[in-house]
């Protein structure tokens, strides 16, 4: 399975961005899917998930209100829209799959295969 995340850019405080992650190898529907970031100098850290059947999803507090997963099947690909970016959301972001599982994890042990990331850098 190889999952290969797109979308990341520079962009201004308050803007917009959407990232995407393809999986190959196996459908996507076979995979409960996450997002976590890491910051320069910081661990890395949950943002997220979405289950395999689509139909649980949550995100980390800190961007509950601004960050959410969603997923299309048909293409194979799980998104994370982000709104209203700020410069502390400044990280490279990190797609990962898990068996599937009803409630996805949020621990980087509980998934089984990672893409390489894509930098996102907000300006303020």
């Known amino acids: 399975v190889q999952l290969v995340e797109s979308g990341g850019g520079l962009v201004q405080a308050g803007a917009s961005l959407r990232l995407s992650c393809v999986v190959s190898?196996?459908?996507?529907?076979?995979?409960?899917m996450g997002w976590f970031r890491q910051a320069p100098g910081k661990e890395r850290e949950f943002v997220a998930a979405?289950?395999?059947?689509?139909?649980?999803?949550f995100s980390a507090d800190s961007v509950q209100d601004r960050f959410s997963a969603s997923r299309d099947d048909a293409m194979n690909t799980i998104y994370l829209q982000m709104n209203n970016l700020k410069p502390e959301d400044t990280a490279v972001y990190y797609c990962a799959a898990q068996s599937r599982v009803p409630i996805p994890g949020i621990r980087e042990d509980e998934y089984d295969y990672w893409g390489l990331g894509t930098q996102v850098t907000v300006s303020s």
């Open positions: 190898g196996r459908a996507s529907y076979s995979y409960t």
């Open positions: 979405i289950s395999w059947s689509g139909g649980y999803r």
